[in-house]
């Protein structure tokens, strides 16, 4: 039976889940995950998993948060000030924006606190600095 490598496109189907059991993400109920080993279409750490794997075989993975989104840096958090942000959109936690830098480059952003005259805006990944779960099945090797 053929082994995944470097190289493969494969579907797979996957539920991802935090440390404490919740679950972020999953293709259950949907088509396969599409993508090709080596190529960085996914993280890292899932990527590697898939390797060695064989046509309907399942396993379990725990991702560091350095193998998945990476850490979560401080210097992508800034806090501007109330008045900066258009007067038609009404700032709610949690609410992504998008936002231009000083080079004209489109920046994704998540509101992550408001205060009376300031909102601070996060550009991490949202699951940057987190561990990560997997429950993986290779579902075809194409």
Known sequence: MKEAKTGDKVQVHYTGKF??????????????????????????????????????????????????????????VIDIEKARIPKDIDVKLGQQLQINSENGEIINVVVSAINDNTVTLDANHPLAGKDLNFDIELVKIV
């Open 19 to 76: 440390d404490d059991g919740m679950i972020f993400d999953s293709s259950k109920g949907k088509k396969p995950l599409e993508f090709t080993i080596g190529e960085h279409q996914v993280i890292p750490g899932f990527e590697e998993a898939i390797i060695g794997m064989h046509e309907g075989d399942s396993k379990n993975i725990h991702i560091k948060s350095a193998d998945a989104y990476g850490e979560h840096h401080k210097e992508l």
